[in-house]
T-cell receptor
Framework: DAGVTQSPTHLIKTRGQQVTLRCSPK?????VSWYQQALGQGPQFIFQ???????QRGNFPDRFSGHQFPNYSSELNVNALWLGDSALYLC?????????????FGSGTRLTVV | AQSVTQLDSQVPVFEEAPVELRCNYS??????LFWYVQYPNQGLQLLLK??????LVKGINGFEAEFNKSQTSFHLRKPSVHISDTAEYFC??????????????FGKGTHLIIQP
């Protein structure tokens, strides 16, 4: 049973560019949440998607946007990248009935902004 | 707003010794509490969670934690650690009012270092 798959695993971007990160949820899961983990910090909640809509959002600017597709996979888009966006981006899938009580995390995408 | 404080950024312990990783939280309402482990270059794995009921929670890999409402703490313990327990440990809290839609608030993590 495949777990959560994230791509790419590593990415280097230049300041001002845009980036798209991808997440395939665990089989059977219908909800995807995204977290940003800066070096030496705990993960911070960006947003959660269910039924192709943003359900809840953390304290992140509008430069961070997302999308969920009918097959429950999800994308995280970040516009106008700046150095502070360098981090490990984690995707967590779950069932809507369990939410964050039943997260399965992916291994993350390491984004470096130069 | 809720917050989580992990009091130790790093805890060195000898193999087969007991360990306690400390976590305190701040919230104005009832909370749900979690401990996650992160091995190098991997995502987070749930060790255990407290949603309700018994304040002593048992998790995977021999870990347990005790919810103490009066001290707003949720310390993680293991009676005997192994080299394989070397990892980063995160405490997290949720106020639960969002029905699971709201995200978890994580602490900054504690690096558990097992010395042979």
């Amino acid at each position: 049973d495949a777990g959560v798959t994230q791509s790419p695993t590593h990415l280097i971007k230049t300041r001002g560019q845009q980036v798209t990160l991808r997440c395939s949820p665990k089989s059977g899961h219908d909800t995807v949440s995204w977290y940003q983990q800066a070096l030496g910090q705990g993960p911070q909640f960006i947003f959660q998607y269910y039924e192709e809509e943003e359900r809840q959002r953390g304290n992140f600017p509008d430069r961070f946007s997302g999308h969920q597709f009918p097959n429950y996979s999800s994308e995280l888009n970040v516009n106008a990248l700046w150095l502070g966006d360098s981090a490990l981006y984690l995707c967590a899938s779950s069932l809507v009935v369990t939410g964050h009580y039943g997260y399965t995390f992916g291994s993350g995408t390491r984004l470096t902004v130069v | 707003a809720q917050s989580v404080t992990q009091l130790d950024s790093q805890v060195p312990v000898f193999e087969e010794a007991p360990v306690e990783l400390r976590c305190n939280y701040s919230s104005s309402v009832s909370v749900y509490l979690f401990w996650y482990v992160q091995y190098p270059n991997q995502g987070l794995q749930l060790l255990l969670k407290y949603l309700s009921g018994s304040t002593l929670v048992k998790g995977i890999n021999g870990f347990e934690a005790e919810f103490n409402k009066s001290q707003t703490s949720f310390h993680l313990r293991k009676p005997s650690v192994h080299i394989s327990d070397t990892a980063e440990y995160f405490c997290a809290v949720s106020e639960g009012s969002g029905g699971g839609a709201d995200g978890l608030t994580f602490g900054k993590g504690t690096h558990l270092i097992i010395q042979p």
